[in-house]
């Protein structure tokens, strides 16, 4: 079985920053690309950013310049370092990752539990 645990939410003033981190465990073979996704009440559940495992990332038009996404393939950990936060970008946020555990051939996408990110004064 795979578990992807997230971290770090929490409350922040409007211009602040979080730094959210999601590890990997149990018996992985390999991950390929991993990505953090957020879901504001009453919206769908939208993408946030992406990074290969070779370290190409992709984000949203919307956090561009203020999120940076990274990882530590020797840890199986994806983070999301968030600064210059909205209001708009209060959500639950959701880590993302294509695992392809022991003894497996092809891969699987596998979610976190979330962590709330609220931006409010």
């Known amino acids: 079985q795979v578990q992807l645990v997230e971290s770090g939410g929490g409350l922040v003033q409007p211009g602040g920053s979080l730094r959210l981190s999601c590890a990997a465990s149990?018996?992985?073979?390999?991950?390929?690309?991993m990505g953090w996704y957020r879901q504001a009440p009453g919206k769908q559940r939208e993408l946030v950013a992406t990074i290969t495992s070779g370290g190409s990332t992709n984000y949203a038009d919307s956090v561009k310049g203020r999120f940076t996404i990274s990882r530590d393939n020797a840890k199986n950990t994806v983070y999301l370092q968030m600064n210059s936060l909205k209001p708009e970008d209060t959500a639950v946020y959701y880590c993302?990752?294509?695992?392809?555990?022991?003894?497996?051939?092809?891969?699987?996408?596998?979610w976190g539990q979330g962590t709330q990110v609220t931006v409010s004064s």
């Open positions: 149990g018996r992985i073979f390999s991950i390929n690309d």
């Open positions: 993302n990752g294509d695992v392809r555990r022991i003894g497996y051939s092809a891969g699987y996408h596998y």
